[in-house]
């Protein structure tokens, strides 16, 4: 069932499970979200719903934010994105989406705007290598260096790296996992690094990738080209 829900991120920490293992997580202020429009196929060509997150004074909305809030019934909110969601057609405007809406152990995609860095060079941006330190190299260690072709091609190809903005772009990390929700606190913990700033704007759905648990037993691998699989025994004794 296709899941989505709005976020502020909070930082990140460690916890520990049960084996005593340290886990690194995001706590995320997941919600709560409200219905703020409904889309549907008579009158849009499809079915999606629009969240509203964030409370804001209604002095910092324009009119017709504002006018498009009082009409859904829902105090003012500073962030609007709509989500095409299995039970669209089950909500309605107004209903209230909290953290509970994920569990432990769902499979997540976390989009967020990324860090910016400003302008930078190839050697930051890229990790290019610098020009020789000696024999005259001049003041151009950390430049790109010559780039331009002859007579063929005469041009520099689409995708070059060179200097330029780097961070503050939309980033999307797929398929982290959900350790814990706690609906009182409207908090999700997620197992790793997700993109953004502490405080930073975050989205999070199902993940799209499908997750196949394969039906492989442990230990011993059957595949005749690996070495534990021509002598398991000689394997096992050298791990």
């Keep these: 069932m296709q899941k989505a829900i709005i976020g502020k991120k909070v930082g990140m920490t460690q916890i520990f499970d049960e084996s005593g293992k340290v886990i690194p997580v995001t706590v995320v202020e997941a919600g709560p979200c409200y219905?703020?429009?409904?889309?549907?196929?008579?009158?849009?060509?499809?079915?999606?719903?629009?969240?509203?997150?964030?409370?804001v004074k209604e002095s910092k909305l324009s009119k017709p934010e504002?006018?498009?809030?009082?009409?859904?019934?829902?105090?003012?909110?500073?962030?609007?994105?709509?989500?095409?969601?299995?039970?669209?057609?089950?909500?309605?405007?107004?209903?209230?989406?909290?953290?509970?809406?994920?569990?432990?152990?769902?499979?997540?995609?976390?989009?967020?705007?990324?860090?910016?860095?400003?302008?930078?060079?190839?050697?930051?941006?890229?990790?290019?290598?610098?020009?020789?330190?000696?024999?005259g190299g001049?003041?151009?260690?950390?430049?790109?260096g010559s780039m331009g072709a002859s007579?063929?091609?005469?041009?520099?190809?689409?995708?070059?790296?060179?200097?330029?903005?780097?961070?503050?772009?939309?980033?999307?990390i797929e398929n982290l996992d959900v350790v814990s929700v706690d609906p009182e606190l409207n908090m999700i913990v997620i197992r790793g690094a997700i993109p953004g700033p502490k405080g930073g704007l975050v989205y999070i759905r199902n993940t799209v990738k499908n997750n196949k648990v394969k039906n492989v037993e442990s230990g011993i691998s059957k595949n005749p080209q690996k070495a534990s699989g021509r002598n398991p025994q000689k394997a096992s004794a050298r791990g």
């Design 66 to 135: 504002a006018g498009h809030l009082k009409k859904a019934g829902v105090a003012p909110k500073k962030y609007l994105k709509e989500f095409k969601l299995d039970n669209a057609a089950d909500l309605n405007v107004g209903d209230e989406i909290k953290a509970n809406t994920f569990a432990a152990g769902d499979k997540i995609d976390v989009t967020g705007i990324s860090k910016g860095h400003g302008y930078q060079g190839v050697v930051k941006r890229y990790g290019a290598g610098r020009t020789p330190m000696t024999h």
């Design 138 to 144: 001049g003041p151009v260690h950390r430049h790109a």
């Design 35 to 55: 219905v703020t429009q409904k889309k549907t196929e008579e009158t849009d060509g499809y079915t999606a719903v629009q969240l509203g997150f964030g409370d």
């Design 151 to 172: 007579s063929h091609q005469s041009r520099i190809f689409p995708g070059k790296i060179g200097a330029g903005q780097m961070g503050n772009t939309q980033v999307t």
